[in-house]
Every structure is written in C-alpha cells, then in structure tokens.
C-alpha cells in the first residue's frame, strides 16, 4: 500500500499540471504534442531555423536525434530562457541496443535467455545516453515476428509471446531504472503499437490482416507487460490492424492502452505517420488526419507538424475539443516533472558525467561477456573451442575485419571505430598461433566469376593453416529498418567463397554475422562447426574469441526459426496442429513436396562444448483444479567433459479448447551450470492462470480438459507428461 508521502508526489504534480495548462495559450499546448528532428550528419549536429523559430514561440514539447551535453543545453536554453512560459523540451533518441557502447542487436541478446543481463544492459545504454543530454528512447521493441524477411526482426526478441514478454519487462527496467527522476534513467517507449511484426511479405510497413484472438494471444501480451513495468510512454505501428492504421486506432489507443489496461503515460506517433494515413487511403488531407488521431488518442506527433498545423482550427471549429488537447499536453507535461525537468532542465547536461560514463571499460567488459552469451552454437564435429594442437588458422571472409558491421542496424550513437574485428579480437586473444587473413569477396558482390573471388589465394591460404575460420553473413546495412530481404540465403558470392575453401579438406568453422536468421540448407553440411554470431556490438572480436577459444562455452539458443527455405515463411514453433497434420505415409496431409516441414534449426535451440542428457518429466499431481498450481521436476546431467550452462526449457500443449490451441507453448524457462557429470533438479511451477487464453467467446479464461506437459533442450525435442484441468 502506497504511503501517504508516496502518493503526495503524483498528487503534487497533478496540480502543477493543471496549473500550468491554465496558464498556456491553445497553441502553447498544442506545441506540447509536436516532436520535431535535429539534424545528425557527419558535420555535427544541426536545428533548422524554421524549428529553432518553433521552439522560441513554444510551439515544440519535444526534440529528437539531439545528444551531447554542449549541443542540447543550447536547445534547452532557448526553450526555458527564451520562451513565455519557459517549460523544457524532452530530449529523444534511438537507444536500441546500446548509446556509445553497443551490446549486440536485441534479437542476439534474447538468445541468451538471460534477463538479468538484458536489463544490465539497458541500464548501461540508459546510463550513457542520460549523461548526453537524452531523456526518452525509442526503446524497446517488442513486436513478435515470424518472418525473417522483415529487416527489423534484429530489433525484436523473435517469435515466443512468453519469452517477448520477459524481456520487455527486463528492459523497461533497465532504461528506467529506480525511477525517471534518477538521472541515470531515460524513459522507455514500447514499440510498435501494435501488431508491426506482422506484416505481410515479411515488407517493413506493409499491411496487418490478423485477427482479435491472434492479436491478444500473440502480439498484444508483451505490450501489456511493459505498461504493467510502468512504461513512460509507447509509440503507434506503421501499419494498419482490420483496416485502421494503428495511429488513428481508438480500439488499440483507447479500449485497450487505457481503458483495459489503466496506461497513464503518453503515446507518440512513428516517424510521420499521421501524414501517411492519407497514402494509406484512411485520410483525405492533413486535417482529417490530424483529427483522426488526435481523437484516437494519439498524444504526440512526430516529425510530420500536422498537430502544429491543424490542430488549432480543429478546436476552433469545434471539431476537436480542447479537453482533448488538455488531456494530452497535460501526459506530456507530468512526465516532464516526473523526470524532474521542472526543477532543474539542466539535469542530465554536465559534462563531467559525460566524461566519465561512455565506453567505460566496465561498460565494455558487459558488452563482451553479452556478446559471448549471445553466440549460439548451431553445428559442431568436435573442430571448436580450437584445440591446442592448431598452431595456424586462416580467417577469411567478408566479415572476418568488418568493424563496420559489428555494431550492427540500429546503434545510432555507436562508433564503428570503437569496434572490434573479429580478426582483431583472434589477434588480441590467441596467443602462439599464427594468423592469416583473406577477405576473399565482398559481402553483396552478385558476379560469382573467378575474377569476383579470390578462391585461388583462399585455397592457398587453406591449405597452409590447421583450422580456417570463415566469416561470413550479412551488412549491417542489410537488417534493420526498410531492409526487408526477399531471400535470406548468403548474399553474394559468400557461398561460393566457402565452395572453394571447402574442397581443401581442412576443418572449417564458419562465424555468422548476420541480423537475421539465414537459409543455411545449401551450405549447412559444408562446415565443421557453425558459430551464429549475429552483430555482436562494440566488443564482437573479443566476446566471439571468448567462444570459439572455449573462454565461454556457448549456452546461446535461438529465439527464431531458421527454415529450411523461404518458402515456409512464417514458420514457428507454437503453430496450430490442422485437420490433416503431417503423415509421410499418405498423400492429402498438410506437407510440402520437396522439403520436410520441419525447420532447419528450432526456437530453442542452440548446442554447447559439453553435453546435457534430460530425464523424463516428473508431475507433482496429474489433476489441477481451478485457481491451483501444480510443480514439473526434472533431472538435467552434464555428460560432457565441459563445464556448461544449459537453458531448460518448459512447454505446455492444451490438447482440446473451444478454438484450436497451438501444438507447443513456451510456459517457462531456467539457466543452470552444470559442472561435469553434474545432475541438477530442475523445477517448473505451472499456474491455472497460465493456461488461459481467449476463449471462442472471447473471454480470457482457461478451460477444463487435457494437457501435456514437456521439457526438454528445445522445441522440437522435448519429453512429455499429461495432466488434466478440472
């Protein structure tokens, strides 16, 4: 129960707002919801005047895209010297995945199932954006994807609902920390609201045709998590959901954001996306559009000036009331004060801070150790960690001196110079052996001819050396946002390159960097050992030699299917079971000619430099009653000569419900370490609650009837036990 001090606070807030309203002119307030860009180029950091007009006249809440303390005092000395009322500007950025120190991509960091280091590093990102002037990310994304084809699945944490929302909860935690007052936090903004994942083709921005169950069961919960973590603000999807585009959705905005789930902070607006409701075909012109969302509940305009331009007539005219506009300005204005702005707008603008809170080595040894946990080890005949016996290895590839690329998609503030190589990070580590290198092609040369790779140096180089590591995959450049790939094999002659290599006869292990996962089914049997390193961050170099030396022992397992072919896209572990399920005996079942269906790699899967055997699955009861909870047990054993950690995994199926239930449901997981020969019981606690789900009449309720049970390594390779609601 909240002490009489700690509600006095809100309180005392609420009445400054309102305060403050009465005081502020229509356009004063309508400025409140207008976010306006800085300019970033190479140059340096820039405003344009028509913007530094606005900010003079109170007509912009909010800038992004500014950071650095000399650079955003100047713009907060305009907004709270220069102004009538003096009320500072917020201060947003893209914080994705790091500010200065880079962790890897978020997809890459969900692979180590490891909440705790999660959050440890957006408290880091949120520690080193706050010290240059940042108030607000535009963090975390939390979209679900299924689709590999979409760039922006490196931002996401994959394709499991359970496991999306464990890890929005963990990095709301960590951009805000104790609280936004604390000047080492920033305010987190869950993205995209909602439903973005899903859009159809795997095309950044294209439509979303998913119903109200899919919806709520699949793509809703993580959003819902990151509100009840009390996340300051959220921020509309692109795309449309049943026909609306998601910033002008009252039934997202208002029914569920605010009236189901109680949401007390602001939402903003993607970049320009009022503007494109009239592209969609929902809007007729600017008005309309600007009407449209600010009714749905839309409290923030980015970039596309339309509050700042219709807004006003809209009230005027009685089109909009101003009660709307109050209600607005008045979220934007209380999460000012609740970061203290008020009392001080200089807060997170002193140098000294900035000085001594970027690229900290403490703030790198993070970044490498989460680089190591990221890896997953998707392949391996024994040829990794390198062996002692390996006196001299060839590093080729595209990838293998990269720094560039490391950083990956989405590491805005991130310095590529900064970076390790991978080839730079095998130097610094690998003391006594002897290393060459070969770039052997370009990462996206389409001309596979001899003269576009150097296959003859490759091969002599090959031949020369006890273990080739190859580096291949993606450019950063090729994931992220408006990066949707059609096929998502290597690019380039990349595949050839290892073609050549591979008829020398020496071990192989292939490094991945890649933001996405890949088709590998026409070079999977190449290698010896597949090392899925993603874009690792700053310290790539360093943290993937961790893995491949056998420093860390890979414990990484993957949060996205990786498929056969693109031509089972989407493809996901949690699908339902249809009415002609798979038989390879009979014809008219649901399959494909020319390949199982069956991925290539599972969610969940990722193997380690030990082994692990599971026994059966032990229930404490085979009968649970409503409202009750029953525990599964069981006994993992470390049978390698390695010590290792292991994530165990736990799934429930719901075998009959008023709608179909999906074949497999993540419902927990748990990191152990097993030291060799090493048992260790593994206990699950599985709630009433948590078979709930919406329910043919649309209520979110569990029902009565069969259940199973499962643990196991993995998805697809799981043993099981059945249990009945009663």
């Known amino acids: 129960m909240a002490t009489r001090a700690q509600q006095a606070k809100p309180d005392r807030i609420d009445r400054s707002v309102d305060s403050l309203l009465k005081l502020m002119t229509l356009e004063e307030k309508i400025g409140q919801l207008n976010l306006l860009t800085s300019d970033l180029d190479q140059t340096g950091a820039s405003l344009r005047p028509q913007y530094r007009k606005d900010i003079e006249a109170g007509l912009v809440g909010a ?14 000395d305009i907004a709270v010297k220069q102004t009538r009322l003096k009320i500072p500007l917020l201060f947003g950025y893209d914080v994705i995945h790091g500010h200065k120190t880079i962790f890897p991509m ?16 957006q408290r880091i990102a949120a520690t080193e954006a706050a010290a240059m002037g940042i108030d607000w990310t535009f963090a975390p994304m939390i979209d679900i994807s299924r689709d590999p084809r979409w760039g922006r699945v490196m931002e996401g944490t994959g394709e499991d609902t359970y496991l999306g929302v464990q890890i929005a909860k963990a990095q709301v935690r960590g951009f805000q920390g104790r609280g936004l007052s604390d000047v080492t936090s920033v305010m987190a903004c869950a993205k995209h609201y909602a439903a973005y994942g899903a859009a159809q083709a795997g095309r950044d921005y294209n439509t979303v045709d998913i119903s109200e169950r899919v919806l709520r069961d699949v793509y809703l919960p993580p959003f819902k998590a990151a509100a009840d973590a009390g996340c300051a603000t959220f921020m ?25 789930w109680g949401f007390k902070g602001f939402v903003v607006t993607d970049y320009t996306a009022i503007t494109e409701m009239i592209l969609h075909g929902y809007s007729v012109d600017s008005a309309q559009a600007g009407k449209q969302a600010i009714l749905a509940g839309n409290d923030m305009d980015m970039q596309a000036s339309i509050y700042q331009k219709t807004l006003p007539g809209l009230v005027r005219s009685k089109q909009v009331p101003e009660s709307v506009i109050n209600e607005s300005a008045g979220r934007i204005l ?3 004060f609740e970061l203290g702005l008020f009392a001080d707008p200089y807060r997170r603008m002193d140098s000294a801070r900035q000085s001594a809170s970027l690229l900290t080595p403490a703030h790198r040894a993070a970044a490498r150790d989460m680089a190591a946990r990221s890896c997953v080890l998707l392949k391996n005949n024994g040829v990794l960690p390198i062996k002692s ?21 989405w590491s805005a503030a991130g310095d590529d110079i900064t970076a390790i190589s991978l080839l730079k990070g095998l130097k610094d580590n690998l003391k006594g052996i002897e290393i060459t290198y070969l770039k052997g092609c370009d990462i996206t040369s389409k001309n596979e001819l001899q003269d576009k790779i150097d296959g003859g140096a490759a091969m002599a180089l090959a031949n020369d050396a006890d273990l080739v590591i190859l580096a291949l995959g993606e450019s950063k450049e090729q994931s992220g946002e408006a990066s949707s790939r059609s096929t998502i094999k290597l690019p380039g002659a990349q595949q050839a390159l290892l073609a050549y290599v591979k008829t020398i006869g020496k071990p192989i292990a292939l490094v991945l960097f890649n933001g996405r996962p890949l ?11 597949i090392l899925e390193a993603w874009f690792p961050g700053t310290e790539a170099g360093n943290g993937v030699a961790d893995v ?28 339902k079971n249809t009415g002609r399920p798979l038989n390879d005996k009979e014809k008219y079942t649901s399959k494909y000619l020319d390949i199982p269906n069956t991925p290539l790699f599972p969610f969940g899967y990722g193997l380690s430099y030990t082994t692990f055997s599971y026994g059966a699955p032990a229930i404490s009861k085979r009968e649970l009653k409503m409202g009750d909870s029953l525990t599964v047990r069981v006994i993992v054993t470390n049978t390698g000569k390695t010590a290792g950690e292991e994530i165990v995994q736990f799934y429930v199926q719901d075998l009959v419900g008023s709608v179909t239930r999906p074949v497999i449901e993540l419902k927990g997981f748990k990191k152990i370490n097993l030291a060799p020969g090493q048992a260790q019981e593994v206990v699950f606690t599985l709630h009433e ?11 979110f309720a569990s029902e009565p009837g069969g259940f199973k049970a499962s643990t196991g390594p993995n998805s697809a390779d799981v043993q099981s036990v059945l249990f009945s609601l009663k």
């Open 63 to 76: 800038v992004f895209n500014a950071y650095g303390v000399g650079y955003v005092r100047k713009l907060q």
């Open 106 to 121: 978020p997809l890459a960091m969900a692979a180590s199932w490891d909440m705790a280091r999660i959050e440890g590093a």
């Open 236 to 260: 509309t999807a692109f795309n449309e959901l049943d026909g609306v585009p998601a910033t002008a959705s009252q039934h997202l905005l208002k029914d569920i954001l605010r009236r189901e």
């Open 334 to 336: 209380r999460k000012k």
């Open 389 to 409: 016996s390996v006196k001299k290895i060839a590093v080729i590839g595209p990838l293998a001196d990269a720094q560039h690329d490391m950083i990956g998609a």
């Open 519 to 529: 088709d590998l089914s026409d070079i999977v049997d190449m290698p010896d050992a």
């Open 548 to 575: 491949l030396m056998g420093t860390y022992n890979p414990a990484g397992k993957i949060t996205l299917t990786f498929p056969r072919s693109v031509g089972q896209v989407p493809l996901f572990y949690n699908q």
């Open 689 to 699: 609650q948590d078979l709930r789900f919406y329910t043919q009449s649309m209520r």
